[in-house]
């Protein structure tokens, strides 16, 4: 069985611009989550999508947002880049919102 | 205010040995526990749950331990073997698997040496 998936692997972009981050939950997985890994911290809870709808979010801005597709895979869309946007982000899937979460690989973005 | 604690930011454990890991949690309402390993370049990985109406889970090499009362957890590992070097995060939730988003501590980094 396929494990979530994520792309690119690496992004690097410039402060002000734009990222899209992707997303591919494991095969029957409703539920796809979003976590941000910057340096020196831990992993802090972005987004949860279930069904489509964003659900809820972490303590973060209205410039990380995202959405879900009909089958389940997800986008991150990081805009107004900083340079403390410069993390690993992570994705897990889970087949119910209180099932265990599986993670991706992550994409790196760093933020020149 | 960090809810999710693990002290040890790393242990060194010999091959053989029993490997121990700590974390301790602030909020009262969590109810569901996971730990997570962790490489370099490659996403967390799951190991082993713990609901809050257990206080021991066993699989296989790992056993977790929870304690309510003094809101702590442990995370065993014997035998401990030379893949079991890497990061290991602890992670809480208040909704069951984690509809709010999962609380991690900062990770111990676990070296096992020959």
């Known amino acids: 069985e396929a494990g979530v998936t994520q792309s690119p692997t690496h992004l690097i972009k410039t402060r002000g611009q734009q990222a899209t981050l992707r997303c591919s939950p494991i095969s029957g997985h409703t539920s796809v989550y979003w976590y941000q890994q910057a340096l020196g911290l831990g992993l802090q809870f972005l987004l949860w999508?279930?069904?489509?709808?964003?659900?809820n979010r972490g303590n973060f801005p209205p410039r990380f947002s995202g959405r879900q597709f009909p089958n389940y895979s997800s986008e991150l869309n990081v805009n107004a880049l900083e340079l403390e946007d410069s993390a690993l982000y992570l994705c897990?899937?889970?087949?119910?919102?209180?099932?265990?979460?599986?993670f991706g690989p992550g994409t790196r973005l760093l933020v020149l | 205010d960090q809810q999710v604690k693990q002290n040890s930011p790393s242990l060194s454990v010999q091959e053989g040995r029993i490997s121990i890991l700590n974390c301790d949690y602030t909020n009262s309402m969590f109810d569901y526990f996971l730990w997570y390993k962790k490489y370099p370049a490659e996403g967390p990985t799951f190991l082993i749950s713990i609901s809050s109406i257990k206080d021991k889970n066993e699989d296989g090499r790992f056993t977790v331990f929870l304690n309510k009362s003094a809101k702590h957890l442990s995370l065993h590992i014997v035998p401990s073997q030379p893949g079991d070097s890497a990061v290991y995060f602890c992670a809480a939730s208040a909704t069951g698997g984690g509809a709010d988003g999962l609380t991690f501590g900062k990770g111990t980094h676990l070296i096992i040496q020959p």
């Open positions: 897990a899937s889970s087949l119910f919102n209180w099932e265990t979460q599986y």
């Open positions: 999508y279930d069904e489509g709808e964003e659900r």
